[in-house]
């Protein structure tokens, strides 16, 4: 017990000293106590953080990055100009320069997020590369994806990339627009300048410079009755 109480204090000092080092570079922190460094904490100039902040593993972080409070990093590099906002986590990830990610966002291993990107709120993304200028603002999933540049990507859309045995890859075209509750349902390529229509679920490939829609016809039910509920059997 005393060897276990021991450990823990040393383990605490340790962290504490970490982070004292982290201010005598010159990095704004909010709450001190609160962030915690589980790994190798490479850090650049004129950097801000918030409170309760978990670094793990080999993080490298470089000038005028903002953090917010309660985000996960773990094995990531986060370039220069770059806010990551509350509640996010980034793994194994790459976050280049003049980007900003969530809130609530989740960037997974093997990730490369391009220079002024938008990365929104409720937005996941897992083993793809994101081009330059990119904007996936909410509630979407982009998996297994190749994106080039000036992509815009609406809200909840969802790129299916698993089959049920295996992963399949997803590719966006520059310039490309996808609309809002888009199923893109891979293998699929989405040419340039693209346009793909709100509400499309995608199985086939999408040409350039074209609209694409695929959406089930609008049916209206004459004279329907809603149910009702059934009424309580009184004792």
């Known amino acids: 017990m005393m060897n276990k109480l021991i450990k823990s204090t040393f383990l605490s000092i340790a962290k504490k000293i970490k982070v004292y080092k982290l201010i005598q ?23 801000n953080m918030d409170s309760n902040i978990i670094f ?26 770059v806010h990551i ?28 997020i391009g220079s002024n990107t938008q990365i929104g709120n409720f937005v996941e993304i897992k083993n793809s590369t994101i081009g330059k200028n990119c904007k996936i603002n909410h509630l979407s999933f982009i998996g297994d994806t190749d994106m080039k ?16 045995a295996n992963t399949q890859k997803t590719q966006i075209g520059e310039n490309a627009f996808i ?10 390529k989405i040419g340039e300048n693209a346009t793909i229509g709100s509400g499309s679920t995608v199985t086939k ?27 309580e059997a009184k004792e």
Not at 149 to 164: E, H, R
Request: net charge neutral.
């Open 25 to 47: 570079k010159g990095v704004m922190i909010d709450r001190p106590n609160t962030i915690d460094i589980k790994g190798e904490l490479s850090i650049g100039s004129q950097v």
């Open 56 to 81: 793990k593993g080999n993080v490298e972080i470089k000038d005028r990055v903002s953090i917010d409070h309660n985000c996960i990093l773990e094995d990531c590099i986060i370039n220069s100009d």
């Open 85 to 112: 906002k509350s509640n996010s986590t980034i793994k194994g990830s790459i976050i280049n320069s003049n980007s900003f990610i969530g809130p609530y966002a989740r960037i997974r291993p093997k990730s490369n």
């Open 149 to 164: 540049d000036n992509v815009i990507i609406g809200a909840g859309t969802i790129t299916c990339n698993y089959d049920g």
């Open 179 to 188: 609309g809002s509750g888009v199923f893109l349902v891979a293998p699929i």
């Open 205 to 231: 490939n999408a040409p350039s410079n074209k609209l694409t829609l695929e959406r089930s016809e609008q049916i209206t039910i004459e004279n329907w009755e809603r149910p009702g509920k059934k009424s």
